[in-house]
Structure formats: structure tokens, C-alpha cells
């Protein structure tokens, strides 16, 4: 027993966060990936940690029947960053998942009606259910679930990454829309839920004009609309939420938030919404940790961060290094195709899934983290590094993808007899 402790002690020991970096006891690694897209602060942040080892020593759980006063402080925290008319917050969630379950929860409750309309590629969340209305068939393959009503629709092609005719395939979309809507849903739909930015489908950036359509359409047919930020709130996209910056035509009901609010990766998770889609009693949708002291205090404290930090104000001024950074790795490397992106959050294709995990297993020897998409069946490669990164985090990041392609393009390379 004692011999399983001293190893549980060196296993979790050899880790060790520095800002954006990792240690792992045989190297140190930059992350360009926040973690899972959870650590907008990277792996440390000493003002962050200070409260939570306060609040840790006071108490680390409590029934949301004491927190609710502090779930309505984040609130007004979080006001200034809204869209119009988004004024109430839900407050018992530790994961994304169950915050985009609560959001149809209301959405269905609100409606009456139970569908969930979602795109192609997109990615909800890890239960039955948000795998269910989630774009990826191939996680559900051994798993059966069904919200009757729901369908999911094409994706247009990502406007930041040169798609052809970006108003046509929005037009498009939008058509087959109104067709799938008319003739195959009987009218059984409470929500249609999207990411801003495709996430885990490959950093998907849609074009403006379909978000205006979206919300056209949700309010023609009193649908709720969703946006799914866990992936793009809390600055990722150079603005609080994408629903007040690039997306702010998509005019959301509810806005669902999780990974990054919790700023060192403090799991927490929460729903804000329109004052009528307040429609939840306390036992319809809880969780056992929800609204528990050190997620609060982290949520909290992170939003303080951002803004006395100005960490808003640095995506913004450091977006189009990063992009032309980028970009001129695409020139120079003909691995590399299709960059684009906002803010902090950057992606990029591969020729082929194999040729993305090759190259992120090389950039971790370079000493990079870097992550795929669609759970290693995609071929892009994600980039976004914590919200803190500067000019030299960057120019770290761009030189070890450098140098990570350079490696991948050598003549002698295994990888260039598959090409």
C-alpha cells in the first residue's frame, strides 16, 4: 500500500504548471493549447491561486441553498459583457455539458416542445445527451439516445479560411434549413443550439451572414436560440463572449459557459439567459457540486482578472501577429493550409488526420502541446494559447510549428512515403 502511495506521489508529482508552461519532469513544454481549452491563464496564476487556497481553508463545498446570493454577484460581474436582454444566470453546473443540458431543459420547458436542432461537426458535450445532439455520429456508434424532434443541419464553409462562395453556402444551409423545418421536423422543435466557433469540429469560423439568418429564422418559428460558448467565452475570441464581437448578429437567447471561466481549470459551468427562459425549479436541473465555493470564487475572480489585467485588450492587440504569424507558416510549409481564426483561437489543416497526430506527437519533442480536432478523426490543428501569452509566448509557439513542419516536410521523413 504504502509502495502505491510513494508512486501516486511521483506520477502526479512530475507535473508541474508555470504560467503557460508545463513541466513534466523531463522537459518543459508551452502550451499552445490552454489544456482542453479550459486554462485562458495557463497552468498557474498566483492571484487566482491565492483565493482559492483562501477559500479552500474556509470550505470547499456548500448547498446552493447559501450561494445563490453569489451566483446573482457574478451577474452583475458578467452584465457589461451581455447581449440585450440577457439578464438572469443558472448557477449548478461543473462541466459544459450540463450547462448546454440545462439550456434545453429551459428551452423545452419555455416551448413545450422537445427538439434540438444542431450542426454538422459540432461538439456539445460528453453526455448521452450532448453527445446525441452533437455533429459527430461516429461517438455515439455503441450508444443509443433520442430527443425526438431533433435534426441536424450542413455547416457553410468557414468564411476565414477561403471558402469560395461564403454567401451562398449560408444561403444554402439556410434553405435546406427552412425545408428539413417545413417537411420533417412537425414543428417539435424547442432550440436550435450552435458555437459561435466551431470548436472540436476544426476552430470553424461561419460567416456573419449566417448568424443573422440563424436568428432570423429562430424568431419566424419561435424557436430559442443557444450559443454554446464553452469554448469561445471569456475572452478566447478577443471579446468577452463571440455573442457581443464577431458573432453579436447571432442575438442569442441563452448563452452557455464553462472551461475557461474557471481560469487555472477550476471546473465550473453556467447558463445566462433571457428573463422568460428563467423557467426552472431548483430540482429540475442541480448538480451535486454546482455552485460550490471554489468554483464561484474562481469564477469570480477570473472575471476580475480579464479585466484588471486587460487581458481583452491583449488578444486583441496580439490577433493579427498571431495570424500573420501563422500564415507565414502556411507560405513556407505545404503541410499547412486553411489558417484561420480569431483572437486566441487559431486552427489550421493538415492533409489528413494521420499527418495531424505526426505532428502533434513532433511539436511535443519540440517542447509544444498542440491539439487535433474530432477526437483525432479530424485533420486541423488547433491553436490557443492562454489569454496571458505575449509577443515572445507567441513567437516561441511559431517557432517550435516551425521547426515541428520543417521536421514533418524532411525528404527522409517516414511520413513523406504516405504523401
Known amino acids: 500500500m504504502k509502495n502505491n502511495r510513494d508512486n501516486f506521489a511521483a506520477m502526479i508529482g512530475r507535473f508541474k504548471g508555470d504560467g503557460p508552461y508545463l513541466h513534466d519532469?523531463?522537459?518543459?513544454?508551452?502550451?499552445?493549447?490552454?489544456?482542453t481549452f479550459n486554462l485562458p491563464f495557463g497552468y498557474t496564476h498566483p492571484r487566482l491561486i491565492n483565493k482559492l487556497k483562501e477559500q479552500i481553508e474556509r470550505c470547499a463545498h456548500l448547498s446552493s441553498a447559501y450561494t445563490k446570493p453569489m451566483a446573482e454577484n457574478i451577474l452583475l460581474q458578467l452584465q457589461p459583457y451581455l447581449p440585450t436582454g440577457i439578464n438572469r444566470i443558472w448557477l449548478r453546473d461543473v462541466s459544459g455539458s450540463g450547462a448546454v443540458e440545462g439550456a434545453i431543459r429551459m428551452a423545452q420547458k419555455y416551448t413545450g416542445r422537445s427538439g434540438v436542432i444542431s450542426l454538422f461537426a459540432s461538439h456539445h458535450g460528453q453526455s448521452l445527451a450532448t453527445a446525441t445532439i452533437s455533429g459527430n455520429a461516429f461517438r455515439l456508434a455503441n450508444f443509443s439516445t433520442h430527443i425526438e424532434g431533433s435534426f441536424k443541419i450542413p455547416?457553410?464553409?468557414?468564411?476565414?479560411?477561403?471558402?469560395?462562395?461564403?454567401?451562398?453556402?449560408?444561403?444554402?444551409?439556410?434553405?435546406?434549413?427552412?425545408d428539413f423545418f417545413c417537411y420533417g421536423s412537425s414543428g417539435n422543435v424547442a432550440c436550435l443550439i450552435m458555437e459561435p466557433i466551431q470548436g472540436n469540429g476544426g476552430n470553424v469560423v461561419l460567416p456573419v451572414g449566417f448568424?443573422?439568418?440563424?436568428?432570423e429564422f429562430c424568431t419566424r418559428h419561435d424557436i430559442v436560440l443557444i450559443a454554446d460558448e464553452?469554448?469561445?467565452?471569456?475572452?478566447?475570441?478577443?471579446?468577452?463572449?463571440?455573442?457581443?464581437?464577431?458573432a453579436n448578429a447571432l442575438e442569442p437567447d441563452i448563452i452557455v459557459f464553462a472551461k475557461g471561466a474557471g481560469g487555472v481549470g477550476i471546473p465550473t459551468g453556467g447558463i445566462l439567459m433571457k428573463e422568460k427562459l428563467d423557467v426552472l425549479a431548483a430540482y429540475e436541473h442541480s448538480n451535486t457540486s454546482g455552485a460550490n465555493p471554489l468554483s464561484l470564487t474562481a469564477l469570480h475572480e477570473t472575471i476580475a482578472i480579464i479585466e484588471d489585467e486587460r487581458l481583452l485588450e491583449n488578444v486583441q492587440h496580439h490577433e493579427a501577429y498571431l495570424r500573420d504569424a501563422l500564415l507565414d507558416l502556411q507560405e513556407k510549409h505545404p503541410l499547412i493550409s486553411g489558417v484561420r481564426g480569431l483572437g486566441y483561437m487559431f486552427g489550421f489543416d493538415t492533409p489528413s488526420p494521420a499527418i495531424a497526430?505526426?505532428?502533434?506527437?513532433?511539436?511535443?519533442?519540440?517542447?509544444?502541446i498542440i491539439r487535433g480536432s474530432r477526437y483525432g478523426k479530424g485533420s486541423a490543428i488547433k491553436v490557443r494559447p492562454p489569454l496571458t501569452c505575449t509577443r515572445p509566448h507567441l513567437d516561441d509557439i511559431i517557432q517550435k510549428l516551425d521547426r515541428t513542419f520543417t521536421e514533418l516536410e524532411r525528404a527522409d521523413h517516414?511520413?513523406?512515403?504516405?504523401?
Open 25 to 35: 519532469g523531463d522537459r518543459v513544454m508551452i502550451d499552445a493549447a490552454s489544456g
Open 155 to 178: 455547416t457553410p464553409g468557414s468564411v476565414l479560411a477561403g471558402a469560395a462562395d461564403a454567401d451562398g453556402a449560408t444561403a444554402n444551409v439556410i434553405d435546406e434549413l427552412e
Open 211 to 215: 448568424y443573422r439568418q440563424i436568428r
Open 230 to 246: 464553452v469554448q469561445t467565452g471569456f475572452g478566447r475570441t478577443g471579446t468577452f463572449f463571440a455573442s457581443t464581437g464577431y
Open 357 to 368: 497526430a505526426q505532428a502533434i506527437d513532433l511539436a511535443a519533442q519540440q517542447g509544444l
Open 414 to 419: 517516414p511520413l513523406q512515403e504516405a504523401i
